[in-house]
């Protein structure tokens, strides 16, 4: 199958790191990603990971990924209250092509001032 | 960058008539065109894959007759909601796949009364 699993929620206050945790299935997923959606918007694309790396950094934003325990968490450091909103997970399998992205339910991040 | 230009971004029709969607590549060529859907926070279902030239491809449980999916060109698709229902209303987002990842449109929210 193909599911991916978030928790639903997570509090943090200002200045704080979050930590947003994913486990997906497919073990063929070549592609993670993490999008953030604020309401009534689109996806904005955050970063993204191929699966034969272990951590990948971009400013505030960390990737982990445990390959062995299909385990994804992205950690924001220093929480603004602007990080507010709804962060999805993906997958895809991208080496056969035209395949779409899986998504997890969604982790609503509320930055508490 | 790639963006994908989805219009509108929200309308509201009346039970029975048809609403068109469409999502435009601007400066890239979208051979294969995914088309998501999105209850109020939930995740994003995938609800068909469009090929330009060929018939869409629907997952399981969206009628096709109903969500008429047309991508007659290498940056046009287009969604159309046949004979909608309040049921219908949702967050409807399109999303195209290159070289680079994916690109999403910005969404339209329908809402039929």
């Known amino acids: 199958g193909e599911d991916v699993e978030q928790s639903l929620f997570l509090s943090v206050r200002e200045g704080d790191s979050s930590v947003i945790n994913c486990t997906y299935t497919?073990?063929?997923?070549?592609?993670l990603y993490w999008y953030k959606q604020e309401p009534g918007a689109g996806l904005q694309l955050l970063t993204y990971?191929?699966?034969?790396?272990d951590m990948k950094q971009d400013q505030r934003l960390t990737v982990l990924l445990n390959k062995k325990d299909k385990h994804l968490s992205l950690r924001i450091a220093d929480t603004q209250t602007g990080d507010s909103a709804i962060y999805f997970c993906?997958?895809?399998?991208?080496?056969?092509?035209?395949?779409?992205?899986?998504f997890g339910k969604g982790t609503r991040l509320s930055v508490i001032a | 960058g790639a963006v994908v230009s989805q219009h509108p971004s929200r309308v509201i029709c009346k039970s029975g008539t048809s609403v068109k969607i469409e999502c435009r590549s601007l400066?890239?060529?979208?051979?294969?065109m995914f088309w998501y859907r999105q209850f109020p926070k939930q995740s994003l279902m995938l609800m068909a894959t469009s090929n330009e030239g060929s018939k869409a491809t629907y997952e399981q449980g969206v009628e096709k007759d109903k969500f008429l999916i047309n991508h007659a060109s290498l940056t046009l698709s287009t969604l159309t909601v046949t004979s909608a229902h309040p049921e219908d209303s949702s967050f409807y987002i399109c999303s195209a796949s290159r070289a680079g990842g994916y690109t999403f449109g910005s969404g339209t929210r329908l809402t039929v009364v």
């Open positions: 400066d890239f060529q979208a051979t294969t």
């Open positions: 497919d073990s063929s997923s070549t592609y």
């Open positions: 993906a997958e895809s399998r991208r080496d056969s092509g035209n395949t779409p992205l899986v």
């Open positions: 990971i191929f699966s034969n790396m």
